[in-house]
């Protein structure tokens, strides 16, 4: 079993920045991948960023440029760095992390993050 705990949500203005944390109850190093999604008010969940076992990086095309996802196996913790947020940003975002063996994705359960215009 894996618990995810997401924090540094929070209310920000346009064009400010945030940087949220997702710590895993125990080592992430055998996760094929983690990453983050975020779900609007009305909307479906939508991927945001994944970054891979070996380091590569996905972004959805509406954050790139803006944002940056990385891990640090050691300390069992991936990052979501957000600059140049903007309205449209407000959501809730929700770690994950997908085993291998078994198959499995974990979910977080979710922080805040809402960008005043």
């Known amino acids: 079993q894996l618990q995810l705990v997401e924090s540094g949500g929070g209310l920000v203005q346009a064009g400010g920045s945030l940087r949220l944390s997702c710590a895993a109850s125990r080592s992430i190093f055998g996760m094929n991948a983690m990453g983050w999604h975020r779900q609007a008010p009305g909307k479906q969940r939508e991927l945001v960023a994944t970054?891979?076992?070996?380091?590569?990086?996905n972004y959805a095309d509406s954050v790139k440029g803006r944002f940056t996802i990385s891990r640090d196996n050691a300390k069992n913790t991936v990052y979501l760095q957000m600059n140049s947020l903007k309205p449209e940003d407000t959501a809730v975002y929700y770690c994950?992390?997908?085993?291998?063996?078994?198959?499995?994705?974990?979910w977080g359960q979710g922080t805040q993050v809402t960008v005043s215009s």
């Open positions: 970054i891979s076992s070996g380091g590569s990086t």
């Open positions: 994950y992390a997908v085993a291998a063996f078994p198959a499995y994705t974990y």
